[in-house]
Nanobody, 124 residues
Framework: QLKLVESGGGLVLAGGSLRLSCAAS????????TGWFRQAPGKEREFVAA????????LYADSVKGRFAISRDNAKNTVSLQMNSLKPEDTAIYYC?????????????????WGQGTQVTVSS
């Protein structure tokens, strides 16, 4: 079974930065695309960024493009999300997601394995 654990969330002022990490354990492989999603209270879960586990191709939501950067460390089975120039509208629970396959996707249905989430709060 694949297990994902997020860390790095917290409270930050607008304009600040946070770095989230997602640690994968269990049935990991070189074909494990991973994504970051977020969900604010009362809203749908939305796509943030994704990366192919073994290839380096990345995807970003328009709302975070140029501010967030996703990266991977296959030796540690981790995926990170560097978040810069944070805005209050970035406030949400951030989830790491993964699935077995050749490429990353932008939809919730593209992933079957999810972490518990980590809270990010951006104050103005």
């Amino acid at each position: 079974q694949l297990k994902l654990v997020e860390s790095g969330g917290g409270l930050v002022l607008a304009g600040g930065s946070l770095r989230l990490s997602c640690a994968a354990s269990g049935r990991t492989s070189s074909n494990l695309p991973t994504g970051w999603f977020r969900q604010a209270p009362g809203k749908e879960r939305e796509f943030v960024a994704a990366i192919d586990w073994n290839g380096g191709a990345t995807l970003y939501a328009d709302s975070v493009k140029g501010r967030f950067a996703i990266s991977r460390d296959n030796a540690k089975n981790t995926v990170s999300l560097q978040m810069n120039s944070l805005k209050p509208e970035d406030t949400a629970i951030y989830y790491c997601a993964a699935d077995y396959g050749p490429s990353a996707g932008r939809r919730v249905v593209d992933y079957n394995y999810w972490g518990q989430g980590t809270q990010v709060t951006v104050s103005s």
